[in-house]
C-alpha cells in the first residue's frame, strides 16, 4: 500500500493525545492544532506529522505526495447515530408538516415509524443496500469517516433481520468503520398496540438471541417516549439486551421529558441521544458521567422542536456529542457540516466545541475513539481537507455550503 505525505496544510486540527478518549465540560473547548504542516499516512494510520518547516528525512519508498494548498486538515466526522437503511423517502409527510401537523399527529394517522415499516417489509436486502450505498457515498463526500446505523423500521424478526444484515453487508463494503444498533423497540406495530408484552416478548426471546448468535448488532436502542416505550418496557429491554452483552445507546426526551436518559444511565448507556426536552434531573443524572450526550439538532431544524440545551450540559460536565440522525422523518440529511453549523447556531457550542462533539466525542459515542475521532499517530487516517479558509470559525459559519475539497479514509485519496 503506497504512503500519503499531506504538505502545505494551513492548519492541522484535533491533534489529542492518544490517551483522550472523550471530552467532557470545559475540555471541550480545548482543540489543539498545529499551522503550517505536513502529515504522514501509512498502512491506512496516520503515521506522523510535523511542521513544514521540517519535512522528515527519511520517507517511505513507495510516496504519494499531496499538498493540501493551505486547507485545514481535520479528522473525519464521527456520526453516531443514524437510520440510513430505509425504503423509502417520505416527502409527503414534509408536505403534512408543512401544513401544520405534528409528528405525532402524522403517525397517529398512519406515518411516521409504521410508514417506514410497511415499506421496508416489500425491500429486498438488495434494494436496501443499493439505496443505504448511495446514501453513504454522499456522507463520505460531505466528511463522515465512522458511522452507526440502526435497525427499526423492521418490527418483525425476519425484517429487522434483514435490516441488519444490509449494515452488515455495508460494513463489509465500505472503508468507514460501522457500528450496527439494534432498534426493533422503535415503536409497536399496529396488531401489539394493545399488547406491548407480546411484542416485547418477541424481541426479548425470537429477536435478540438470533441476533446475538450472528453477531448482526454491537448496541441496543430503544424509542423511550410517550406512546412508544416506557420507563419500565425500556428497563425491561435494556437488562435482556445486557445478558447477550449489547450495551445500550438510546433514544430519550426526544418529544418530552421520558425518563430515558435516567434509564439509559441505570445501564450504562454508551449514549442517550436527542434531549430536545430537557430538565434539571435529565441534566443531573448526565453530570460528570460517563454516558455522553448526543444531540441531534438537524432534528429538531427539520421538525421544528426545540432544540437541546448544550450549553447546561457542558457546564454540567457531561460529554457532548453531534451526530445526523439521517432518517426519513425527523432529518432527512446526513450532512455533518450542516450539523457543525446548527451545533454553532442554535447550541451555541464554539466552534471548537462542535467540532470535538462531531469527531472525538462522536468516536466515543461509538466506543471507536481509541482509534479515530482526532489527528493522534496511530490512529485511522481517516481524514478532511478544506480548501484554504480564513479560520476554523469559518466551517460551521459558512451553513449550507461545502469546504470540503478532499476526503482520505485509510489513507486513501476517495
Ligand atoms: O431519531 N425518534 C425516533 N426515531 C427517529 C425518527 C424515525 C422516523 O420518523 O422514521 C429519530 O428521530
Ligand atoms: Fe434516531
Not at 478518549?21 to 506529522?49: H, K, T, V
Not at 448468535?213 to 439486551?241: H, K, P, R
Request: glycine content about 8%; aromatic content about 6%; charged content about 15%.
Amino acid at each position: 500500500m503506497a504512503s500519503l505525505l499531506i504538505t502545505h496544510i494551513g492548519s492541522l486540527i484535533g491533534l489529542h493525545s492518544e490517551n483522550l478518549l472523550m471530552l467532557r465540560g470545559a475540555e471541550m473547548a480545548m482543540l489543539p492544532r498545529l499551522e503550517n504542516a505536513w502529515l504522514l499516512c501509512e498502512n491506512g494510520l496516520i503515521s506522523d506529522f510535523g511542521s513544514m518547516e521540517a519535512l522528515p528525512a527519511q520517507l517511505p519508498n513507495e510516496l504519494e505526495t499531496f499538498s493540501a494548498e493551505g486547507g485545514y486538515v481535520l479528522p473525519s466526522w464521527c456520526d453516531s447515530h443514524s437510520h440510513i437503511v430505509f425504503a423509502a423517502p417520505r416527502e409527503e409527510e414534509f408536505v403534512m408538516k408543512i401544513a401544520g401537523k405534528s409528528y405525532e399527529e402524522i403517525a397517529a394517522a398512519g406515518g411516521g415509524i409504521l410508514n417506514s415499516a410497511a415499506k421496508m417489509q416489500l425491500a429486498t436486502e438488495d434494494m436496501l443496500f443499493q439505496a443505504a450505498s448511495l446514501r453513504l457515498n454522499d456522507m463520505i463526500k460531505q466528511g463522515t469517516g465512522a458511522l452507526e446505523i440502526k435497525s427499526g423500521y423492521g418490527l418483525s424478526v425476519d425484517t429487522e433481520i434483514k435490516m441488519l444484515k444490509v449494515i452488515r453487508r455495508l460494513k463489509e463494503n465500505f472503508e468507514l468503520p460501522i457500528k450496527a444498533s439494534f432498534l426493533a423497540a422503535h415503536a409497536f406495530p399496529l396488531a401489539y398496540k394493545n399488547d406491548h408484552q407480546a411484542y416485547i416478548s418477541i424481541i426479548i426471546n425470537q429477536m435478540l438471541p438470533q441476533i446475538a448468535t450472528e453477531g448482526l448488532a454491537d448496541y441496543m436502542d430503544v424509542f423511550c417516549e410517550q406512546g412508544f416505550f416506557s420507563v419500565e418496557e425500556t428497563d425491561q429491554l435494556l437488562s435482556a439486551a445486557a445478558k447477550y452483552g449489547l450495551k445500550p445507546k438510546i433514544h430519550a426526551n426526544q418529544l418530552s421529558v421520558s425518563g430515558g436518559v435516567q434509564v439509559g444511565v441505570k445501564h450504562q448507556a454508551v449514549s442517550v441521544d436527542h434531549l430536545e426536552a430537557t430538565d434539571e434531573a435529565t441534566i443531573a443524572a448526565l453530570s460528570n458521567g460517563n454516558t455522553i450526550a448526543t444531540l441531534l439538532p438537524s432534528c429538531s431544524f427539520y421538525l421544528g422542536i426545540p432544540f437541546a440545551n448544550a450549553r447546561a450540559l457542558i457546564q454540567a460536565n457531561a460529554p457532548v456529542a453531534l451526530a445526523s440522525d439521517y432518517n426519513p422523518g425527523s432529518s432527512p440529511s446526513g450532512n455533518m457540516n450542516f450539523v457543525l453549523s446548527l451545533g454553532c447556531i442554535k447550541l451555541k457550542m464554539l466552534p471548537e466545541e462542535a467540532i470535538n462533539a462531531c469527531t472525538l466525542n462522536g468516536a466515543a459515542a461509538m466506543e471507536l475513539s481509541a482509534t479515530t475521532g482526532s489527528i493522534t499517530k496511530g490512529k485511522k487516517a481517516n481524514l478532511i481537507i478544506t480548501r484554504a479558509i480564513s479560520s476554523l470559525a469559518f466551517l460551521p459559519y459558512s451553513f449550507g455550503q461545502s469546504q470540503i475539497k478532499t476526503v482520505i479514509l485509510n489513507g486513501k485519496i476517495q
